[in-house]
């Protein structure tokens, strides 16, 4: 049930995360700030969507909060398929709970750390609706990516459609290369994986 509960965030649309974290990040009546001034952790509210130094700060939350059930499914899978032999048997030499992670939480989970990281990225590079519906690239374009910078080519009003594939192809070259990058730092680590001769 909390597992299920956990999961709330990335099920939720995209669209709905960004306009929920915007009203919150409101300069005169998010949550946040009025949660701040009441603590006196500060003296005046925070523009977390209108200065650009603050803009990418409440952008990536938003995006970390979105991205961490998801990575947090995957990476209790890889634990729960660490056999528990391996910790009796650290236990039974002496290992205690620092040795044991290092050991062998670590290494057995070093795959299912490489798929989350892998797929964090791409999804990041990606990342289109929370930052067009939390800041549209801005506040001085401190926020924008190559997403945004593209939308704006194509269909933003510049008119621009070759820019804007252009943008979008590139999106596709540096997501495949990550890609290609973990698929061959995967196989230096299992020289006997299925293809190698």
Not at 18 to 39: E, I, K, P, Y
Not at 93 to 101: N, Q, S, T
Not at 129 to 152: C, E, F, H, L, R
């Amino acid at each position: 049930m909390l597992r299920s509960l956990l999961l709330v965030p990335w099920l939720l649309p995209l669209v709905v995360a960004g306009t929920v974290f915007r009203w919150m990040l409101d300069t005169s009546n998010g949550v946040v700030n009025q949660v701040l001034l009441a603590l006196h952790l500060v003296d005046s509210p925070v523009p977390w969507l209108n200065d650009p130094g603050y803009a990418i700060a409440g952008v990536l939350l938003c995006n970390i909060w979105i991205g961490v059930p998801f990575n947090m499914v995957i990476l209790h899978g890889g634990l729960q398929a660490i056999p528990g032999a391996l910790y009796e048997a650290a236990a039974l030499d002496g290992a205690g709970p620092v040795a044991r992670f290092r050991y062998i939480t670590l290494p057995q989970l070093r795959p299912v750390v490489g798929v989350v990281l892998t797929l964090g990225l791409v999804y990041t590079l990606k990342v289109f609706d929370v930052i067009w519906v939390m800041t549209k690239g801005g506040p001085a374009n401190s926020t924008q990516t190559v997403t945004t910078y593209g939308y704006q080519l194509s269909a933003g009003g510049l008119s621009r459609f070759g820019l804007g594939a252009a943008a979008g192809n590139l999106l596709i070259v540096v997501a495949t290369a990550f890609a290609l990058l973990y698929l061959r730092s995967l196989r230096a680590e299992n020289p006997a994986a299925p293809g190698r001769k």
